[in-house]
């Protein structure tokens, strides 16, 4: 009797739970708009016609899709519940199913763009199952009709889903099932065990089971949560599938090399806990020799010195150290690391502001996240905060570990000033009161340091993370911090008209240091929506994928995308580590601070054989919250904070009891995606005539002219007449209170000085065969043989001056072949030069501007030399392969400043 009544209770339990799971279900539910690319109008259905609007302002713009078996839908208006169909002579219509209707006419399918389209990702196209290849929904005057076009060139067929009306999220999780009420309808996935997950995002059928042997590694379960596990055993699994055969980390499945960022974020992250082996074996390999020095990877113009980033070597290196104490590797680490310091120091330091130069972090996509007319020189003169985050936080790496390796005492008080005064630089110029963010980055010195509108969140969770923002400070950053539903916006606000890849997309690695900011200030909504975002993304696309789209959580429409992408895969696990657990390491032992979400976690958490140092622990967490009550270590309470000894022995058992807190901070900043949200206006593209500044303005903005360190409102034309010299910019502003980047910079100055490469003192030769140049010809500087080029320069009056140089980099294109020489002016180090590898001997370019304050009138000597202090501080990352340090040179530009 009494089993028959268990039994019974179990079958109501049952029923009642699945009765709650269809009723939770329900509720998630999303509306969407399309917008035209062309024209920005909206579509909308008017008595079974399609017409187009201004802005989505009632029901008859609203559009419901409804799920198939493939990635095809039905789309359904709001208003009049009739849905999109295919007609006679290309047109398309609304109206109800009926017996009548061919089913295929109903049946639609959005496409996304590749790499191959790149400039088109994020914009769709709509084609319908019944008609010809090639025929697509396209704008056709106020109406829309379906239309045989090239979808990668008419705009007028591409469209914008905006998520006008829905469900807090899009998405509910559930303790073994992901459902979306996704622009491809209803879609859901669903752990069927720890070792297998179903999923039909993309079509039925779609499936993983694990393969690789994990037993090895820390065995996590959760009580009543078979998602979060099968997620955290597919990530072991991908960890492993991305170990090379010269055992060390490949980026992910599109990327078999490897890459320092790429690398070094996921030991840090997690793999330098579980892989230590294969994790020294990667941060040797991305290290540069005689000297050693970090490898900065392939990328942007050339790779260093126009992107430095590669200083989050030491974030690595330091949680390497302290996983496992070996102060053997913290003395290789340390000559490495350096030695780079010095370099980066003498060329990319500025000491005006106290900050590094060089690209924003890991958003490595040339000028895609930069102005249009930015080049590459032009990012290599900026500063970006997350960038001067990582090296803030390598002088603290280099003054810790001087002090635990006995460096001279004068050795480690440079890296403790530097350290000081990064950290000034940072918040003296990158941090917003108002906004309660840092800036993503500035813009280089010619344009007076001058903060973009835009922020990103990797920088602000790097600053959170590494030491430069106050405690307040880092509570501010994770409560305003943009999050759109499907995770954080990799940059805020939106760049309207360029593809997705950074911009319009979420990353699940750059959410990663917002997670821990989260974590540490004990923002349990914070923490709550980043590990949803990586709960979902992995359950549907059945992979740790790189990026997806920021509107609709999409994974085959931005730029490029992987599968197994190393540092999700390590963002994953560091989220089980780091957050659930809240391990953390120190010098001296393993800290435990558990954030654990109560609408994610039903029941007990376990972590099983996980070592550390010479011990193996087994951990059990029970509660939800951030409020550590209790933990008990082989059954013996702790006095808290309790801190695991590295010094420990054996096997350990740690029991760990959390509650809520009642100072729990819940308060996030989230945002909508799309037109009319967060799309900043397009930056204007700015004239001068006749004295006048002009650009083309547009209903419904403002605008704010930037110069001398000076803004303000205008209205073209704007009159330069009595205004100083020097360059002048302007962006524009919406309604919504969202600025455009700057435009291009016009330079209103008297004195402009070309002084012709053959005219100036140089050891080579010149030539004339490549095309463009100006003059008689140019200057070969090659490393091989270099010009030691020298120009004679005479200024009819004091004042200050910009110095330029404009040459040729037929390198590359990008890879690791920058051009760098130091700049002598009188004499004196005044600097360094660099131009871009282009790929072509005919693309001439601009180099970064050096400015110099108050030089008198006269003859100046102005010299080019490669590595004058024989300490190689000018070899670009090809110096120890196939030695590439070359360029020709055009003519050395010298503007008057005010």
Not at 585 to 606: A, H, Y
Not at 830 to 855: D, H, P, R, V, Y
């Amino acid at each position: 009797m009494k089993k028959k009544l268990v039994c019974l209770s179990i079958v109501l339990f049952l029923i009642s739970h699945e009765k709650s799971v269809n009723a939770q279900i329900s509720k998630v539910y999303s509306e969407w708009s399309l917008q035209c690319r062309q024209t920005g109008e909206y579509i909308y259905e008017d008595k079974g016609v399609l017409r187009f609007g201004k802005a989505p302002s009632d029901d008859r713009y609203l559009w419901i899709s409804e799920s198939t078996e493939s990635e095809n839908v039905k789309i359904r208006n709001k208003r009049t519940g009739h849905y999109l169909l295919s007609g006679a002579g290309g047109r398309v219509v609304c109206a109800n199913l009926s017996s009548n209707v061919k089913p295929e006419r109903a049946i639609w399918l959005f496409k996304g763009f590749g790499i191959r389209q790149m400039a088109n990702c994020s914009w769709y196209t709509l084609s319908n199952f019944s008609e010809k290849e090639g025929e697509l929904l396209t704008q056709i005057g106020s109406g829309a009709g379906l239309n045989k076009t090239d979808r990668n060139t008419n705009y007028r067929s591409h469209w914008t889903l905006v998520r006008e009306k829905g469900s807090l999220l899009p998405f509910a999780i559930f303790p073994d099932s992901v459902v979306e009420a996704s622009f491809l309808g209803l879609r859901e996935s669903k752990a069927v065990s720890i070792t297998s997950i179903q999923s039909d995002y993309h079509e039925k059928g779609g499936q993983w089971k694990l393969k690789e042997n994990i037993g090895l590694f820390p065995q996590f379960t959760a009580e009543n949560n078979t998602m979060m596990v099968a997620l955290y055993n597919m990530a072991l699994e991908e960890m492993q599938l991305d170990i090379r055969s010269d055992s060390t980390f490949m980026a992910g499945a599109l990327w078999p090399d490897t890459w320092t960022r790429d690398a070094v974020y996921s030991i840090y992250f997690a793999f330098s806990w579980i892989q230590k082996d294969i994790s020294r074996r990667t941060l040797r390999k991305q290290t540069l020799k005689k000297p050693k020095e970090a490898l900065q990877d392939t990328g942007t113009g050339g790779s260093w010195p126009i992107s430095t980033d590669r200083v989050v070597w030491a974030m690595a290196a330091w949680e390497y150290y302290l996983v496992t104490g070996d102060k053997a590797w913290l003395a290789e680490a340390y000559e490495g690391l350096s030695y780079t310091a010095i370099k980066d120091i003498h060329v990319t330091f500025d000491k005006t502001v106290n900050l590094f130069r060089g690209e924003t972090c890991s958003m490595d996509w040339r000028t895609h996240t930069y102005p249009n007319w930015f080049s590459n020189e032009n990012i290599g003169e900026s500063f970006s905060s997350g960038t001067n985050a990582l090296h803030l936080f390598l002088y603290d790496f280099l003054a810790r570990s001087g002090k635990l390796l006995n460096k001279k005492n004068e050795e480690i008080d440079v890296w403790e000033w530097y350290y000081k005064k990064v950290k000034k630089g940072i918040n003296d110029h990158f941090w917003d009161e108002k906004k309660g963010l840092y800036y993503s980055y500035l813009y280089p010195q010619f344009m007076n340091y001058q903060p973009s509108s835009r922020v990103d969140i990797m920088s602000n969770g790097l600053a959170a993370c590494l030491g430069a923002a106050s405690l307040k400070q880092v509570s501010g950053i994770v409560e305003n911090y943009p999050l759109y539903p499907y995770g954080g916006a990799v940059i805020y606000p939106t760049i309207a008209d360029d593809f997705a890849y950074h911009n319009k997309s979420v990353w699940t690695v750059w959410e990663t240091p917002y997670l821990y900011a989260a974590k540490r200030v004990k923002n349990l909504a914070a923490v709550s929506h980043i590990m949803k975002s990586q709960i979902r993304q992995g359950a549907m696309f059945l992979t740790h994928k790189e990026n997806m789209t920021y509107d609709t959580g999409y994974d085959r429409n931005t730029a490029l995308n992987s599968d197994r992408q190393l540092w999700s895969v390590a963002s994953y696990i560091s989220m089980v580590y780091r957050v659930l657990f809240g391990m953390e390491m120190t010098e001296t032992g393993l800290l435990f601070s558990p954030v654990v979400p109560s609408d994610l976690v039903k029941g007990e958490l376990n972590l099983k054989n996980f070592k550390y140092r010479n011990s193996v622990l087994d951990i059990k967490l029970t509660g939800t919250g951030s409020l550590v009550k209790n933990i008990r270590v082989n059954g013996k309470v702790q006095s808290l904070p309790f801190e695991f000894p590295a010094s420990a022995k054996g096997k350990f058992t740690i029991e760990i009891e959390v509650s809520p807190d009642n100072n729990d901070n819940r308060k996030i900043n989230l945002v909508q995606a799309g037109p009319g949200k967060c799309w900043a206006p397009d930056e204007p593209v700015l004239n001068l005539e006749k004295g006048r500044l002009i650009w083309h303005s547009k209903p419904g903005l403002r605008y704010k002219i930037y110069g001398n360190n000076s803004k303000e409102d205008a209205t073209s034309p704007y009159s330069l007449a009595n205004k100083p010299e020097g360059y002048y910019s302007v962006s524009a502003v919406n309604d919504n209170g969202l600025e455009s980047d700057l435009s291009n910079p016009i330079l209103y100055s008297s004195t402009v000085i070309r002084i012709e490469s053959e005219e100036g003192k140089y050891l080579t030769n010149t030539a004339d065969t490549a095309r463009g140049y100006s003059g008689k010809g140019y200057v070969v500087d090659f490393a091989a043989k270099p010009a030691n080029l020298e120009f004679t320069v005479d200024l009819a009056e004091n004042g200050n001056y910009s110095f330029s140089l404009i040459g040729s980099n037929g390198r590359g294109p990008h890879d690791v072949y920058c051009f760098v020489r130091s700049v002598f002016i009188d004499g004196k180090d005044a600097g360094t030069f660099i131009l871009e590898s282009s790929g072509s001997w005919n693309k001439w370019t601009m180099s970064n501007q050096l400015i110099l304050k108050e030089l008198p009138k006269g003859k100046h000597s102005v010299k080019l030399l490669l590595n004058p202090e024989n300490k190689g501080f000018d070899n670009n990352m090809s110096f120890t392969g196939t030695y590439k340090n070359d360029a020709y040179i055009d003519y050395l530009r010298v503007v008057k400043l005010p």
